[in-house]
């Protein structure tokens, strides 16, 4: 029987840290395991004593990119707590917003991890601004934002 582990750490282009150990057996993976970590950021220590109408707000600021999607969470999640019903309306809105932001985060991606491996930089600050085709491709990524 051949027996091959394939070990990758420190995977990039992901929120936090990752990594992925895969065990092969006679040509198929038998075991996988993908492993993720964030860094501790104590949102829930920061939100003690405050009222729940700062909640939404605060936990917003978790993450820069999709903080509409963390402000929704959150408003849901005082909601509930409370035992209120959004409206059908709100509801909605609140799925048209998260939609929106999937189709955003989507083409960020591409531009701010994808595109620096497309035309082989480390990363998308390595694009320089002087050159009028890297100037537009970094002037067409922020205009997505």
């Not at 929120?15 to 949102?43: L, N, P, Q």
């Not at 509930?80 to 189709?103: E, N, S, V, Y």
């Amino acid at each position: 029987m051949h027996m091959i582990n394939i070990e990758l750490e420190h995977i990039t282009k992901i929120e936090g840290d990752a990594s992925i150990s895969i065990t092969v057996e006679d040509g198929k993976a038998t075991k996988v395991h993908f492993i993720t970590e964030e860094y501790k950021r104590f949102f829930t220590e920061a939100l003690k004593g405050k009222s729940i109408l700062a909640v939404p707000s605060h936990l917003s600021r978790i993450c820069g990119t999709c903080s509409n999607a963390h402000v929704l969470a959150a408003i849901e999640a005082c909601e509930m707590a409370l035992d209120i019903q959004p409206t059908k309306q709100t509801m909605m809105l609140r799925a048209l917003t998260l939609h929106g932001l999937t189709i955003r985060d989507h083409a960020l991606h591409l531009y701010l991890f994808c595109m620096p491996d497309i035309y082989g930089k480390d990363a998308f600050l390595d694009f320089d601004e002087n050159d009028p085709h890297e100037n537009q491709l970094l002037h067409d990524a922020f205009a997505i934002k």
